[in-house]
């Protein structure tokens, strides 16, 4: 996956359109990403005990990596990642500063 754990991103599709958070957890199977403060979902629980009263817990889901976009640290643009490869490894680019990220 072209976004990983700790990256910023852009949301670019649904309620959260125009905001950016950081990358919580990534799950390259499925593609998606679980990012801070964005898709917030409000969880009735029950209470645990009797006498204790039901909470609503609020949490993110994670979302889909086609609805985000990486922002470049070093531009910090929401940018297209290219890939750069060396002798040893693979890098990521920003295909608007052209920078490593
Ligand atoms: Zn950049």
């Known amino acids: 996956m072209k976004i990983k754990e700790n990256d910023t991103v852009f949301i670019m599709s649904g309620k959260y359109r125009g905001k950016r958070g950081k990358v919580l957890i990534s799950f390259p199977k499925e593609k998606k990403i679980l990012v801070e403060g964005i898709n917030i979902i409000k969880k009735h629980q029950k209470p645990k005990k009797e006498g204790q009263k ?48």
Do not use: D, F, N
């Open 54 to 101: 039901g909470q609503i817990v609020e949490m993110p889901k994670p979302i889909h990596v086609s609805c985000a976009k990486l922002v470049c640290p070093k531009c910090s643009q929401p940018t297209r990642v290219g890939y750069k490869i060396s002798e040893k490894k693979k890098y990521r680019i920003c295909k608007k500063c052209g920078q490593a990220i």
